[in-house]
Structures are given as C-alpha cells and as structure tokens.
C-alpha cells in the first residue's frame, strides 16, 4: 500500500523500536511507498510513512533493497555532503562516510552482514539516521 509520508519533524525525532516478523507488511508498504516516489526519492525509512519501526528500504544498483533493524558497525572515510529528504524541507549538510558494514535481517528475517560504498552507503546512512531520530 502506498502510504503518506510523514513531516512531523516531532514524529520524525523520536529513535524508532526494533522490527519484527510481524512487521512484514510495514516492509512491504515501504517498498511501495519509495517506488511511488523513485522519480524523486531513493530511499525510505518506516518512520516517513508513520511507523516508528527500524525499517529501511532503499534503490541498489536498479533493485529495491529492505533492510529489518540495520545498524552500522564499521565506517570509514568520512565527508561532507548536502542531502534531501521527502519529509523535510530543503537541503541540509550532513556527514557521512564511504564505506560501511551494516548489520540487518533481510526480507525473509534471515541475519545478514554486508559493506557497501559511495551513493549506496549514503543512502543507508541517511535512512538509518532516520530509525535513530536524526534529523539532517
């Protein structure tokens, strides 16, 4: 289902709690929600369509990708750059880094590690920050 995407930068502020199998559908309804919005959008959070779950998804190499309860566990090489966010307005400076390894269950909640780089990890860093209350 494509859901509304959430502005309430209150809402948005808060760390949203651990997903679960039975969070599937929030999963599936982020999927579509950040397809309804591939022409200005590549990737999403929960909390953006209103569910404080640490879910993202997110466009990779021409496929969508959905992560369950991501966190960073290393990062290297950090930078400048300047974002935008369906749910708030504008650009906005953030720090982000090259490379990442992130931890995550995958769609079927199976445990998974992987490193990604470039666009790809900025995209991840900017939804996880998202699951964690930061604002860019």
Not at 18 to 30: K, M, T, V
């Amino acid at each position: 289902m494509i859901c509304d995407i959430m502005k309430d930068e209150l809402f948005l502020s808060f760390p949203s709690a651990p997903a679960a199998a039975e969070d599937a559908e929030i999963g599936q309804n982020l999927l579509d929600t950040l397809a309804a919005h591939k022409d200005g959008c590549v990737g999403m959070a929960a909390n953006m369509i209103g569910c404080a779950k640490r879910i993202i998804a997110f466009e990779d190499g021409g496929s969508y990708t959905l992560m369950y309860n991501p966190e960073i566990t290393r990062k290297s090489e950090p930078y400048d750059a300047e974002e935008g966010c369906l749910s708030l307005s504008g650009t906005r400076p953030a720090k982000r880094y090259k490379t990442i390894k992130v931890s995550y269950l995958d769609a079927q909640f199976r445990p998974r590690i992987k490193t990604y780089t470039g666009f790809t990890a900025q995209i991840i860093q900017h939804e996880i920050d998202h699951c964690n209350g930061i604002l860019i």
